[in-house]
């Protein structure tokens, strides 16, 4: 039996999550370069003190017969000490279609579980998206990892809206 006591190792590629989220999808990879206004109104957005800490945004849109899928937004950021990236999925309708752990580097007991992750499917940024009186309960002995991926959330749905990728987010 192989133990580790090291950091988790990446659950999947890039490749592979863009294909869980998009299967039998066209999907083209576009790189959005925000002025400081609109790094200061997706901050504005996301709320909570939430860092938008590059104005260079990569982002994978998905179409399928030229209809628009949804977005997939990769966001890598720090829980305690080590780094997590998650995969955030956001619909035509701005909403989160999915949510999945592409890399986790702290222990593997502190990584979100599919079921905690779930809570974000069909959420749209708004003031209840929040662990602090809002409607995302925390996970028990993994706190940091929470906030760090409900503001993982936040600042990418902010990110959308100010992109506008489908050309009408934000009206």
Wanted: glycine content about 8%; proline content about 6%; hydrophobic content about 40%.
């Amino acid at each position: 039996m192989l133990v580790s006591t090291g950091p988790a190792a990446a659950q999947m590629t890039q490749n592979e999550a863009l294909n869980l989220a998009f299967p039998d999808s066209d999907i083209e990879r576009r790189t959005a370069y925000l002025t400081e206004a609109q790094m200061d109104m997706a901050e504005e957005l996301a709320g909570f003190g939430i860092e938008v800490n590059s104005g260079i945004i990569t982002h994978y849109i998905a179409t399928k017969m030229g209809d628009p899928v949804g977005v997939a937004y990769f966001d890598a950021h720090r829980v305690r000490t080590l780094p997590e990236v998650l995969m955030i999925v956001v619909g035509p309708d701005s909403r989160v279609q999915r949510v999945e752990v592409v890399a986790f580097r702290e222990p593997p007991e502190y990584s979100p579980p599919r079921r905690w992750l779930e809570q974000f499917d069909g959420r749209y940024l708004e003031q209840g998206l929040s662990l602090r009186g809002g409607e995302i309960r925390n996970m028990t002995g993994a706190s940091l990892t929470s906030e760090a991926g409900t503001w993982a959330v936040r600042r990418t749905l902010a990110l959308h809206q100010v992109i506008a990728p489908f050309g009408n987010e934000g009206t």
